[in-house]
């Protein structure tokens, strides 16, 4: 039975668009060297970008070209009886060039780890850590907005870990997983002079916060292809720092879920689960924030050579840029209620020959003690070509438009980028 990937501690490391990710490793066959017993697997990707809104400004745009190169290594090692255990090691460089906007130009680290122990039939455990030294672009964030006033990107570190415990065999018609999960998120200083008293301050203090979470999900097998599960979590969200006593946003959410997983049913893969959500901020002054929440994604595979993603989903996210951490704000927002929906096609039109289609609608509504104090927007539209030249030699072509259209009016913006990418097998 197929585990969707759910909102879980790991889901909180920030996604960088600016990654190399026009290919689907999941799908790569990549050859691999043998190194003291385990196997070691290089590649290479390479991509010429043009953005036309390198800040996601709606005032002047600031287009250019950009060159990313992105080398990774992944190491992996199967061992005990019958391949039981598991590990793998994955590092990722990323180095971006602005051509006409070098003050974007970063060079980002993802260092993570993977170890599977099967300690009997019944009895699995799972162990994952990372860390990420990162950016992120201009406008994005915490300068959604103000991204043409910054001289460079901000840039951060994470480091995560989560264990996670599974009783119950893969076929049995009960088991359960337990899981705990730790993320520390630390941006590097920026000083500023405050405009009130002249004196620098880091601007960048109150953002750092670290997250920890526990819970579990139970699992009933109530066809031949369907589980019913249940689960629950608790999550701590701790700031390092607030500006003011009345500004903390630390808090405390508890999520309940239930939900279905199923696989090749009528032709269809997924999971749909349903719950409720109850967030508890340490500051008195806030009023408690309670909320559905649900989360979807169907699989629908007409053809072997065709299938179509269908996911939907409803959230509470942290603020991250609205309220006390922007500046002329109306109100303070310390909570986002998200309703995103999405749907993508992928087609093999030829055996090396392949595309994919997907349109993206994510809806960002502000809450704060005077309500709602904004409302976001945000559509992207995707469409890639890929071509597999050979087992070690890939191509594609994408095209990526994003828009935001905000009760706010100076942020909105749109923005086009064009990537050509190639993906080199170095073995």
Request: with cysteine.
């Amino acid at each position: 039975m197929r585990t969707p990937a759910k909102v879980a501690l790991l889901s909180l490391c920030i996604a960088n668009s600016t990654l190399a990710s026009s290919f689907n490793e999941d799908e790569r066959d990549d050859q691999s060297i043998p190194v003291g017993g385990m196997l070691l697997t290089p590649f290479l990707k390479l991509e010429q970008r043009y953005d036309s809104n390198v800040a996601s400004s709606n005032l002047d745009d600031v287009n250019s070209w950009a060159t990313i190169f992105q080398p990774n290594v992944k190491l992996t090692k199967e061992f005990g009886e019958f391949g039981k255990h598991n590990f793998e090691i994955d590092w990722v460089f990323t180095h971006g060039a602005y051509h006409a906007a070098q003050e974007d130009n970063y060079n980002d680290h993802n260092l993570s780890g993977k170890l599977n122990y099967e300690i009997s039939q019944r009895h699995r455990l799972m162990f994952q850590g990372g860390y990420l030294d990162a950016h992120e672009e201009r406008g994005s964030r915490f300068s959604i907005g103000t991204g043409d006033g910054l001289e460079e990107p901000d840039t951060y570190e994470q480091v995560f870990a989560t264990v996670q415990y599974t009783f119950g065999a893969l076929e049995a018609d009960m088991r359960i997983e337990l899981e705990a999960g730790y993320l520390d998120n630390d941006y590097r200083s920026v000083f500023v002079e405050s405009v009130e008293t002249g004196e620098l301050y880091d601007n960048t203090a109150a953002r750092d916060r670290a997250t920890s979470e526990y819970g579990g999900k139970f699992y009933y097998r109530a066809g031949s292809a369907t589980d019913i599960t249940l689960e629950a979590w608790h999550t701590n969200y701790n700031y390092d720092f607030a500006p003011r006593p009345s500004e903390e946003l630390s808090s405390e959410e508890q999520r309940i879920f239930i939900g279905a997983e199923w696989e090749a049913t009528a032709l269809t893969t997924g999971f749909a689960k349903v719950g409720y959500k109850e967030k508890d901020f340490d500051n008195a002054a806030y009023n408690n924030f309670y909320n559905l929440e649900w989360e979807a994604e169907v699989t629908w595979e007409p053809k072997t050579y065709s299938r179509f993603i269908f996911n939907t989903g409803r959230s509470i996210e942290e603020t991250n840029g609205e309220g006390f951490f922007f500046e002329n704000s109306v109100g303070s927002g310390y909570v986002i209620n998200s309703t995103q929906q999405s749907i993508e096609w992928r087609h093999e039109w030829l055996e090396r020959f392949s595309t994919k289609l997907l349109y993206a609608d994510i809806k960002d509504i502000y809450n704060g003690e005077e309500g709602t104090i904004r409302t976001d927007d945000n559509t992207t539209a995707n469409v890639t070509f890929y071509y597999d030249m050979n087992y070690w030699l890939s191509f594609s072509l994408e095209y990526i438009y994003t828009e935001r259209d905000s009760s706010r009016d100076f942020l909105n913006y749109d923005r086009d980028l064009v990537t050509l990418g190639v993906r080199i097998a170095l073995y």
